[in-house]
């Protein structure tokens, strides 16, 4: 309406001067200018909109999932930290839960193009821990505070079902009151049933992109979208707490493809959700890929909590790697957990997914006491607790 009156004006005042060339360049550019910083107005406002859309509704449809990501600025990524930080204070206080990890093998058959540990990457030195390290691994860590253990690792084939149920096994036996969570890759509905039974709680296995076509741009042709949608609902249907998630900024990734990942998990209701800004591994085929973007992790953070607000989310290494203080600024974006790393110090820096990885010298107390110390300074505690999903 403020454009449309000044055009009038304008054209009646030049009307009655007859100073009609005049008034036409005026008509021109002054609705031009006025419709240009409207323009920009009614998109600011309208993603602080979506953003309360968002946060009244659990979900936006992919157009405006494709807005937010395409238009959003820092004010829109504020405004969405502070009502995903409300949120999770909501549901899980000030407390933040640890996750120690125990990264037990570096060896991995298959080839995804943005991994370190791919099997095409010949400068690596290969390791595996044998059960009584995992077992040490996890003492060590539960001393420390630590009451979930995380056994990662490439799909190291060393490993067989029955290795991986006697060391799950063992771990619940021995610490009865801690949570053990599995990131070991794709595997038979069979081998999680196994897993399962054997006594392993969680499950995190990233789908990193939920549009095929990315997918297939990101992995070997061995590798297929179906078949990782096809593990996360195996691992749902067998009752883990399932842990999916995103590497932001991914080559080839573009907003549709957020979108589709956002639409993916308001389906899916993960019970975890890792996001970690995509950063380059040099003996990698995507070595010289720019790294991903720093506040758009920060910003999904902020609107998976608001979409899914009793979810776990960690605040990565990645995102601490890529900013000194990313995993403060994880948390107060909306994150509540944090996973520092439990395996001995001499195989930590052979754990390389990306270049620059940090905390690979530092020993799992010192771990343990940098994160407090972190978190406190912004307010928040660290917790020695199981940290489970709220809702279950
Ligand atoms: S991302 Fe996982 S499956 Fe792919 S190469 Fe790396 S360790 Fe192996």
């Not at 107005?41 to 936006?60: A, F, R, T, Y």
Request: net charge negative; charged share 30%; aromatic share 10%.
């Amino acid at each position: 309406m403020k454009a449309f009156g000044t055009e009038v004006e304008v054209w009646l005042l030049c009307s009655c001067c007859v100073r009609n060339a005049v008034a036409l360049v005026f008509l021109y550019r002054l609705p031009w200018k006025y419709n240009s910083e409207m323009k920009e107005e009614i998109v600011m406002s309208s993603n602080k909109q979506l953003i309360d859309k968002l946060h009244e509704k659990k979900g936006l449809t992919k157009d405006e999932w494709i807005q937010l990501f395409e238009s959003y600025t820092e004010e829109d990524r504020l405004y969405a930290a502070e009502k995903a930080r409300a949120v999770a204070d909501s549901v899980y206080g000030k407390d933040v839960y640890i996750r120690g990890i125990v990264e037990f093998s570096n060896v991995c058959p298959n080839n995804c193009l943005y991994c370190g540990l791919r099997a095409g990457n010949k400068n690596i030195d290969r390791y595996r821990l044998d059960e009584d390290d995992i077992m040490e691994c996890c003492r060590d860590g539960y001393k420390y505070g630590f009451r979930t253990f995380v056994l990662q690792s490439g799909e190291d084939p060393h490993f067989t079902t029955e290795m991986i149920c006697r060391i799950v096994k063992r771990i619940k036996e021995e610490f009865p009151d801690c949570a053990v969570t599995l990131s070991i890759g794709e595997k038979s509905y069979e081998d999680y049933k196994a897993y399962r039974d054997a006594g392993a709680d969680r499950y995190l296995l990233r789908h990193e992109t939920a549009n095929e076509e990315h997918y297939k741009k990101l992995h070997s042709e061995s590798m297929s979208w179906q078949n990782r949608i096809r593990c996360l609902r195996d691992l749902k249907s067998l009752g883990y707490q399932v842990g999916c998630g995103v590497m932001i900024g991914s080559p080839y990734q573009t907003s549709e493809c957020l979108a589709d990942d956002m639409i993916f998990m308001g389906e899916f209701k993960p019970e975890m959700i890792g996001l970690g800004p995509f950063l380059p591994h040099s003996d990698t085929p995507f070595r010289d890929e720019p790294k991903g973007s720093y506040e758009t992790t920060l910003f999904m953070i902020s609107l998976c909590r608001l979409m899914l607000p009793e979810a776990l989310i960690p605040a990565t290494t990645a995102l601490g790697t890529i900013r000194g203080n990313g995993r403060e600024q994880g948390v107060l974006a909306g994150a509540n957990v944090i996973m520092p790393n439990l395996s001995p110090v001499q195989v930590r820096d052979k754990y390389m997914l990306y270049d620059n990885k940090i905390c690979t010298g530092d020993s799992s107390s010192e771990c343990r006491g940098c994160i407090e110390n972190r978190m406190e300074s912004i307010g928040y505690k660290v917790v020695i607790s199981r940290g489970d999903h709220k809702k279950l």
